[in-house]
Nanobody, 123 residues
Framework: VQLVESGGGLVQPGGSLRLSCAAFGFTFSSSAMGWFRQAPGKEREFVGG????????YYADSVKGRFGISRDNAKNMVYLQMDSLKPEDTAVYYC?????????????????WGQGTQVTVSS
């Protein structure tokens, strides 16, 4: 099993980034997926999640209305569109996969993790 994130980088406040996560080695189309982030000195926190079909998405209050999650089951890809970025969004962003078709906001609900991609929001 492998999850590979890409798309991170440096962006100015108010800007946008789109993170991608490529999945390998498990039945992606039946797995719930999530995005988490971890800032220096802080615990890993939930950003958003998407059900196996993409029909249900859910977000942390801190990103609701600014971030959007989507998936392409034909390509084994999940995406995190981040708009109106703020300096407090600076963190390493992780893609996570659950063996279940639905998963919540807790790290223990996810079975597989990527290595992370750095997002820095700064002027």
């Amino acid at each position: 099993v492998q999850l590979v994130e890409s798309g991170g980088g440096l962006v100015q406040p108010g800007g946008s980034l789109r993170l991608s996560c490529a999945a390998f080695g498990f039945t992606f189309s039946s797995s719930a997926m999530g995005w988490f982030r971890q800032a220096p000195g802080k615990e890993r926190e939930f950003v958003g999640g998407i059900s196996w079909s993409g029909g249900i998405t859910y977000y942390a209050d801190s990103v609701k209305g600014r971030f959007g999650i989507s998936r392409d089951n034909a390509k084994n890809m999940v995406y995190l569109q981040m708009d109106s970025l703020k300096p407090e969004d600076t963190a390493v962003y992780y893609c996570a996969a659950a063996e279940s078709s639905r998963a919540g906001k807790n790290t223990y609900e996810y079975d597989y993790w990527g290595q992370g991609t750095q997002v820095t929001v700064s002027s």
